[in-house]
């Protein structure tokens, strides 16, 4: 038996909807979520800031003696998963691979829709992965930076934002796409302003969904399963405002936490 945390980090609070579930699958586990609110959004920062901050980050957990560590951030993955692979001596996964085989797995028509970061999109991270998987599936890409900061603002249930949602999509609504990958972990948040913008004719495809699967097979593979049968407990750190990081993660646990301030300088000496 393996009690170690699994470690999950974000830009924000767009991760906790991979946290969210694993949990459902994984409910005995420890589990340690780091929000990295203060430096958001990472999908507007350079190459060399994201994978300082995704090292920074690591380092804490490793400190903090995680047994596995899950970059539920989409830009963290694209820039920063070959590198804390190579560099870590913990076992790393990130979401982009998982959440592109399920979106291969889901489209009937070929054509295949992602919403993401710029940072995300410019990487192309997701359509060269869908297209490793599949070449005759179609890839349209979208960045949408101002979804992000809807829901770190908390705008993420106010369907007076619907309209400012639909104008944002409406580039890729025109590609008849039957499939739409939530290339940011922050988008599953405001699944139901997504949701009705595109129509119900389209699958939206939470890689955090697929993430749990890969979960599993890590820490089987490894032997690093926690086989206890106590509920397990999760601690939450951020960098930027406890109160506001906590009223969200609430709404979307559904259940109280406690959340930890660290500062930038308290990474930066680690």
Same mark, same amino acid.
């Given at each position: 038996?393996?009690?170690?945390?699994?470690?999950?980090?974000?830009?924000?609070?767009?991760?906790?909807?991979? #946290?969210?579930?694993?949990? &459902?699958? !994984?409910?005995?586990?420890?589990?340690?979520?780091?929000?990295?609110? !203060? /430096?958001?959004?990472?999908?507007?920062?350079?190459?060399?800031?994201?994978?300082?901050?995704?090292?920074?980050?690591?380092?804490?957990?490793? &400190?903090?003696?995680?047994?596995?560590?899950?970059?539920?951030?989409?830009?963290?993955?694209? /820039?920063? +998963?070959? #590198?804390?692979?190579?560099?870590?001596?913990?076992?790393?996964?990130?979401?982009?691979?998982?959440?592109?085989?399920?979106?291969?797995?889901?489209?009937?028509?070929?054509?295949?829709?992602?919403?993401?970061?710029?940072?995300?999109?410019?990487?192309?991270?997701?359509?060269?992965?869908?297209?490793?998987?599949?070449?005759?599936?179609?890839?349209?890409?979208?960045?949408?930076?101002?979804?992000?900061?809807?829901?770190?603002?908390?705008?993420?249930? @106010?369907?007076?934002?619907? @309209?400012?949602? &639909?104008?944002?999509?409406?580039?890729?609504?025109?590609?008849?796409?039957?499939?739409?990958? $939530?290339?940011?972990?922050?988008?599953?948040?405001?699944?139901? +302003?997504?949701?009705?913008?595109?129509?119900?004719?389209? $699958?939206?495809?939470?890689?955090? $969904?697929?993430?749990? %699967?890969?979960?599993?097979?890590?820490?089987?593979?490894? /032997?690093?399963?926690? @086989?206890?049968? &106590?509920?397990?407990?999760?601690?939450?750190?951020?960098?930027?405002?406890?109160?506001?990081?906590?009223?969200?993660?609430?709404?979307?646990?559904?259940?109280?936490?406690?959340?930890?301030?660290?500062?930038?300088? %308290? +990474?930066? @000496?680690?």
């Amino acid at each position: 038996m393996d009690n170690r945390a699994i470690g999950f980090m974000d830009s924000g609070v767009g991760g906790l909807t991979v #946290m969210k579930e694993v949990q &459902k699958e !994984l409910p005995n586990e420890n589990m340690i979520y780091f929000g990295d609110e !203060l /430096r958001l959004p990472y999908g507007e920062k350079t190459i060399e800031e994201i994978q300082s901050y995704s090292l920074q980050i690591a380092k804490f957990f490793l &400190k903090n003696n995680v047994k596995l560590m899950v970059i539920a951030c989409n830009t963290a993955t694209a /820039r920063s +998963l070959d #590198m804390l692979q190579g560099l870590l001596p913990i076992p790393v996964i990130g979401v982009i691979k998982p959440g592109s085989k399920l979106a291969v797995n889901s489209t009937k028509n070929k054509k295949i829709g992602v919403i993401a970061t710029s940072s995300t999109i410019n990487s192309n991270s997701y359509k060269n992965t869908i297209n490793k998987i599949d070449k005759e599936i179609h890839v349209y890409s979208l960045a949408c930076p101002e979804f992000v900061t809807m829901v770190e603002n908390e705008n993420y249930n @106010d369907f007076e934002h619907q @309209d400012k949602v &639909k104008s944002i999509l409406k580039p890729i609504i025109n590609y008849n796409i039957d499939t739409l990958v $939530l290339g940011c972990t922050h988008f599953p948040i405001m699944k139901t +302003l997504i949701q009705n913008a595109m129509g119900k004719h389209v $699958l939206l495809v939470d890689p955090g $969904l697929a993430v749990t %699967q890969s979960v599993e097979d890590v820490l089987k593979d490894n /032997r690093i399963k926690n @086989d206890s049968n &106590k509920k397990g407990i999760t601690k939450f750190f951020t960098t930027g405002n406890a109160s506001s990081f906590r009223r969200i993660a609430e709404d979307w646990l559904d259940y109280s936490v406690n959340v930890s301030s660290i500062s930038i300088n %308290q +990474l930066e @000496d680690l």
